[in-house]
């Protein structure tokens, strides 16, 4: 093994580098399948992802009783995560005509990194890459800082040491201003209890902390596209960055764990999603969810993989998927060749940036050097949310369109990639302020999805890029049962499969019932969940919810009130309208000032039919 180097903090913070330690310069380089290599792939046993037509949950309900469990649920959209299924109902589903697709959790596993051996860092000059890239200038004419302008970044990884000082010093990292710190409540009735500042989709939980490093280097290199981080003092941080970890210690993870992080970061806000990360196989569940983030105006920077292979041919996703935000990096050297790594496709891998020794953070605040294509697509990532801030109308179709246009066009590239350029920030930046007053706009975009309602269950393995090769879908996942529930900013009614679905007769209305279209969130035993609630009156309401609950079982409420701010506290039992295919509450217990704000709430409110 090569002399490499390790490096950490002074006594002043400062990056310290040695060399002559062993350490952890490494190139990230898919292992164990030869070139051209097929495999089955490797899913997590029993468990689906499955997608509705919007009229069909009612339809399938009773083939789903006592055949599976619902895990979670994405955005509203009809896509569901179940696990204990058996292989009698995922026939049944594939061959349902309400079913869009159903299709295996796929597993992701991680790659281990191989010795390149030696690069030398100057901690005194900007040295994250010595590319032309133009960071330098591109900082020169950037804005000045503005805490009310300040795009996020989601990186979808392995999570993220926060307290490392370049963090720390920079205040980079995306605070959640509708959560209230540990106080074990849903403070902005997302699904997720105290999300001050991230989440963690494999133990479904806000500790993001990244026990594998990958996260860490490529937040690192998203925040030092942006300024130095390793030859001049900290400054305050122009982006945020929102650390969300579906990768475990051992950089295994799954295809619902990303898709469920891709619909939070676009629901809470991000522009900018950086996914250092991928595999061959397709996954339409993946597709959808990258489609959302267009509609929504969110760039999404992908991997192109460290196979040395052209993508063209074999398909890496989601670097791959042709949604017109999603922008494909290829890694290249500092002196602008394609790094020995990397894929490369004329027709899919769109831009190239600096991925060969790319120095950056890691846990515990240490420093390192990698290579892959993990390290390219950060940079552009956080470049491209730098030029956000110039022009901050601008869609993630329209900032694509920039980072392509403004790169520098490089002849030995151009036979490799869709731009045959590399990413140059000065450029970009020039570019993003010419266009400061450009109205938003992107063009429709309609899915041309690779398979057509088979389930996919045959496909080949190879490619990897940044830490991960994902040649099926799987990793741990949420336990049952728990509260990552869809985003509320696009929740729409949905039916609950499993409850218990007796009829019940209908009976004379004790009290009228007016129309509330709100939000709540109900605690069922160990669970907080999130519901939409329909209509209310003083003795119970009507919900729509995205997880089954048990009928007659006992559930505290918080609902939120017409104006949006008031919200009061019930407690009642579990009732089930088959008529209107919703679920109801009669109240149990309802406190004095709680009525009385009630009984406010009904006079300011329509009748319900």
């Known amino acids: 093994m090569a002399e490499e180097l390790v490096s950490g903090m002074s006594s002043k913070g400062e990056p310290l580098v040695t060399q002559g330690l062993w350490v952890f310069t490494v190139l990230v ?12 792939a490797e899913v997590v046993d029993g468990e689906y992802i499955v997608r509705f037509k919007p009229t069909g949950t009612s339809r399938v309900q009773q083939k789903l009783q006592g055949k599976a469990f619902l895990k979670a649920a994405f955005s509203g959209k009809g896509v569901f995560h179940l696990t204990q299924t058996d292989a009698a109902l995922v026939s049944e589903l594939s061959a349902d005509p309400d079913v869009l697709y159903i299709e295996p959790n796929y597993r992701l596993n991680a790659i281990k990194p191989a010795d390149v051996g030696q690069a030398v860092q100057d901690p005194g000059v900007y040295s994250q890459t010595y590319a032309q890239v133009g960071a330098t200038a ?14 996020i970044v989601a990186v979808i990884d392995t999570g993220l040491d926060a307290s ?20 074990g409540i849903d403070d902005d009735y997302n699904g997720y209890v105290d999300d001050v500042s991230g989440w963690n989709f494999i133990g479904n939980n806000a500790n993001f902390f990244d026990d594998e490093n990958h996260g860490t280097h490529v937040a ?4 030092g596209a942006t300024q130095n981080i390793v030859g001049a003092p900290t400054i305050e941080s122009k982006i945020r960055i929102m650390p969300l970890k579906f990768l475990d210690k051992n950089g295994s993870g799954s295809t ?17 999603i950086n996914c250092s990360w991928g595999g061959s196989a397709y996954s339409r569940a993946l597709h959808d969810a990258l489609t959302h983030a267009y509609e929504k105006g969110v760039l999404v920077v992908t991997a192109a993989g460290n196979y040395t292979s052209n993508n063209d041919v074999s398909a890496m996703y989601p670097a791959n998927y042709a949604v017109p935000s999603n922008v494909s990096v290829a890694a290249t050297t500092d002196n602008d060749r394609l790094a020995s790594f990397t894929n490369y496709g004329a027709k899919t891998v769109h831009l190239a940036s600096p991925g060969v020794y790319v120095f950056s953070t890691l846990p515990g605040g240490w420093w390192t050097s990698m290579s892959g294509t993990s390290m390219a697509a950060p940079f552009v990532a956080g470049a491209a949310a730098l030029a956000l801030r110039e022009a901050p109308d601008l869609t993630g179709y329209q900032l694509r369109s920039l980072l392509l246009a403004s790169a520098d066009p490089i002849s030995r590239l151009r036979p490799y990639l869709v731009s045959g350029a590399r990413i140059n920030m000065e450029n970009l930046l ?5 266009n400061v007053a450009m109205l938003a706009y992107q063009p429709d975009y309609s899915p041309q999805y690779l398979t ?67 939000d709540m969130m109900i605690k069922a035993g160990d669970r907080q969940l999130v519901a939409s609630l329909k209509t209310i009156s003083m003795g119970g309401l009507c919900f729509d919810a995205d997880e089954a609950l048990e009928k007659g079982g006992t559930i505290q409420m918080k609902i939120l009130g017409p104006d949006g701010k008031t919200a009061i506290d019930v407690e009642g039992h579990i009732v089930w309208s088959e008529k209107n295919e919703s679920y109801g509450v009669q109240f149990d217990s309802v406190k004095e000032q709680a009525k009385a704000t009630l009984f406010s709430w009904t006079k300011q409110l329509l009748k319900a039919s």
């Open 138 to 151: 591109a900082w020169q004419l950037s804005s000045p800082s503005d805490a009310n302008n300040r795009p």
């Open 220 to 223: 690192g290199i998203v925040l």
């Open 256 to 272: 619902a764990a990303a898709v469920n992080a891709i619909y939070y970061a676009v629901n809470m806000g991000a522009k900018v």
């Open 452 to 518: 057509d309602r088979s389930l996919a269950s045959e496909t080949t393995a190879g490619g990897g890029c940044g830490m991960i090769q994902a040649i099926g879908g799987g990793g741990a996942a949420p336990p049952p049962g728990s509260g990552a529930m869809a985003m509320l900013l696009l929740l729409s009614p949905l039916l609950m499969w499993f409850a218990l679905r007796q009829k019940t007769p209908v009976a004379r209305r004790r009290y009228d019932r007016y129309v509330l279209n709100s």
């Open 29 to 40: 380089v898919l292992l164990g399948l030869p070139q051209g290599a097929s495999a089955s």
């Open 164 to 183: 490392h000082p370049v963090f720390t010093r920079s205040n980079s990292v995306w605070v959640n201003p509708g959560e209230i710190p540990g106080n």
């Open 430 to 434: 020039n570019a993003s302020q010419q």
